[in-house]
């Protein structure tokens, strides 16, 4: 049966985890690398993907400046950035010294990583913290991508982004098969219907398509790979398929 309407590509997401990295002059030499590559390759096979880079709280401000004058001055560029952030408070704004709450980054932020597995381990985040950033995210229209070790964590039933980054594959360069991926990701939208599941460990240029060719898989998290502006550009313009 059709459905009368031209089927748009599924969107799909490439999105640079930096984590505890980079100065603010680093981070802004970055997205001028990043500008000056991106706008000089054939992007023809990437089909518009939606790229984000996970940034520390003190590249957000400086960081978006730069996106909206960069969006000023090329309209029509290639692969445009959003910018997401690492991490956020349980609660609202208020009396939580050293806290940024989701209602303070509002309109500077489009997306934020929640439930990392470095957060999950080294800061003993728990479901129930996470679940409450979720919260504040939702409740301030800022989209969360929620990281999952392995199927059996627990997932807020709102959320529509789903990393699934098992902690042997984190920078170990040893990355999960693209088929356990597909599974475990299948089995995410089993119970998640409206979700998106992206695959995070160990991706690189030449591994990005293994995974953004299966069918569940909806997009990549790279971290280290994300680090230099032309590794990541590489990503982008490999993740259907090499030329
Ligand atoms: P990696 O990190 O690509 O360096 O393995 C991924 C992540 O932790 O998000």
């Known amino acids: ?51 984000i880079i996970c940034v520390a709280y003190i590249h957000l401000f400086p960081l978006k400046k730069k996106i909206t004058e960069a969006k000023k001055k090329w309209p029509q560029i290639n692969a445009p950035l959003k910018l997401a952030a690492q991490n956020v408070s ?4 208020g009396a939580y010294t050293g806290e940024i709450s989701a209602d303070m980054m509002q309109g500077l932020v489009d997306y934020c990583l929640v439930g990392h597995s470095e957060r999950r381990e080294k800061f003993a985040e728990t479901n129930e913290v ?49 088929e356990h991926a597909n599974q475990v990701a299948r089995q995410i939208k089993m119970k998640h219907k409206r979700a ?24 990549v998290l790279p971290g280290g790979a994300s680090l230099k502006a032309d590794t990541f550009i590489k990503i982008i313009a490999n993740a259907k398929g090499k030329e």
């Open 1 to 51: 049966m059709t459905s009368g309407f031209i089927s748009q590509p599924q969107k799909y997401y490439i999105i640079g985890n930096w984590k505890s990295h980079k100065t603010v002059e680093q981070a802004e030499k970055w997205l001028e690398d990043y500008y000056q590559i991106i706008n000089n390759i054939n992007l023809s096979k990437t089909e518009n993907p939606e790229v």
């Open 90 to 93: 349980p609660f609202s704004q």
């Open 130 to 178: 996470i679940f409450n950033k979720v919260k504040q995210l939702n409740s301030a229209g800022i989209k969360p991508i929620l990281c999952v070790p392995d199927v059996t964590t627990p997932i807020p039933s709102d959320v529509e982004l789903i990393a699934y980054e098992p902690v042997w594959a984190i920078g170990s360069g040893k990355p999960a098969t693209p």
């Open 196 to 219: 998106q599941v992206i695959y995070g460990g160990s991706v690189n240029p030449d591994n990005v398509a293994s995974f953004i060719s299966q069918s569940e898989i909806s997009g």
